[in-house]
């Protein structure tokens, strides 16, 4: 049995969680800032890196609690977030994890944000099923407010990037489209309530990147953000209410669906090309309805199993970077980082050095 503790600080959650032998979470911890950094309708780094370091200490000690962990030391691992992320705010987590490691001697673990993500997929959780130990290659598609890719995974710790946004992240459309219809922080969430009541036939909005060539599996949200804000301005010039709850609710829903028919298509697109033998969607992003609902079908169709965490763990989350420290540490004969860590704010997902390669 090998427990860890996991910390994640990339962004505006202060996370901690102890996870055991990668699937099964014994305690799942998010202090998220949301609050905070709405007034400023974004994430302010400097005040996400104070606020970290006010909320380390006490997620710590809670996941540790809520695990009936009574010490540090009784745990195998400390795994941290290294990025990427907002330097400030990778700090805060990188330096706990580093003290943990000293004072306990326990080895430490540096996992990659996106590659969390991915593993977010398999973390058990009641009412669904996890990814199966092992059945590759799978497509996984992480959309957040940072990153869109699209990746093969060959097998734990393989990863080839078949293709990512040229432009914008998924997410960071959402908030930005969000922003414009002024419905608020984070704009992932208030979109899609928004959307309920909307008919997203209303508006034809571009299918970025659609056709097959050199950008078949590659995304671009920011002509789609552009479409939006001059729909929006012929609206108001036609003397249109942009304060309407429907017309919202119609722009809203009208964008989604234009997002999750891109996504899911190339999704698609690649699971067949590559033959894979699974998919996964990861990422704040993967908590949409309509994406999942799009997805669900469209990967029924094709008689594919799709895997999608729980709510609770699409957006940022430290029991993710355990299930990844975990895959690691087991294929890499316990390969560890070492006190010397440091963040890396742009780093590219790894590729283990699997033993037996
Ligand atoms: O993975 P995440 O928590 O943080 C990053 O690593 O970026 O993703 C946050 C992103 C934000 O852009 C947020 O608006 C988006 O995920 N998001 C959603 C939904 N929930 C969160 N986007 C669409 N629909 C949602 N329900
Ligand atoms: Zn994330």
Redesign the pocket.
């Known amino acids: 049995m090998t427990r860890i503790l996991a910390i994640e600080t990339?962004?505006?959650?202060t996370a901690a969680a102890i996870v055991e032998n990668g699937r099964h979470l014994l305690s799942n911890v998010v202090a998220t800032q949301i609050e905070l950094h709405s007034r400023f309708g974004g994430v302010f780094p400097e005040v996400a890196s104070r606020q970290h370091v006010l909320a380390i200490q006490p997620a710590i000690q809670q996941a540790l609690q809520e695990a009936g962990v009574a010490h540090v030391r009784a745990l195998d691992a400390i795994a941290v977030t290294q990025g990427?992320?907002l330097a400030g705010s990778l700090l805060v987590g990188v330096n706990a994890a580093k003290g943990l490691a000293f004072a306990s001697g326990l080895p430490l673990l540096a996992v990659n944000?996106?590659e969390g993500?991915i593993y977010s997929n398999w973390i058990e959780a009641p009412g669904r099923p996890a990814m199966p130990e092992s059945n590759f290659p799978a497509v996984i598609l992480i959309?957040?407010?940072?990153?869109t890719e699209l990746i093969l995974m060959s097998g734990h710790g393989q990863y080839r990037q078949l293709g990512a946004t040229l432009d914008d992240?998924?997410?960071?459309?959402?908030?930005k489209v969000?922003r414009l219809l002024n419905l608020g922080?984070?704009?992932?969430?208030?979109?899609?309530?928004t959307a309920q009541t909307g008919n997203a036939q209303r508006f034809a909005l571009p299918r970025p990147l659609l056709q097959n060539g050199e950008h078949r599996f590659n995304f671009s949200f920011s002509g789609l953000k552009t479409a939006m804000l001059n729909l929006t301005r012929q609206l108001a010039a036609k003397g249109e209410d942009l304060h309407d709850p429907q017309l919202l609710a119609d722009l809203a829903a009208s964008f989604?669906v234009a997002?999750a028919d891109v996504l899911v298509h190339k999704m698609a697109d690649a699971a067949a090309t590559f033959g894979a033998r699974q998919v996964c969607i990861?990422?704040?992003?993967?908590?949409?309805?309509?994406?999942r609902s799009t997805a669900q079908s469209r990967f029924d169709a094709m008689h594919l199993p799709l895997y999608i965490p729980p709510?609770s763990l699409?957006?940022?989350?430290a029991a993710m970077i355990g299930a990844a420290a975990f895959y690691r540490w087991r294929d890499t004969t316990k390969m560890a980082n070492g006190l010397s860590l440091d963040v890396v704010p742009n780093l590219p997902l790894p590729h283990w050095a699997v033993v037996g390669e």
Do not use: W, Y
């Not at 990339?10 to 959650?13: I, L, T």
């Open positions: 990339s962004c505006d959650e990427p992320g944000h996106l993500h959309v957040s407010g940072g990153h992240a998924a997410g960071e459309a959402f908030d969000a922080f984070p704009g992932g969430p208030a979109m899609q309530r989604q997002v990861c990422g704040g992003v993967s908590a949409n309805a309509l994406l709510l699409c957006t940022d989350n």
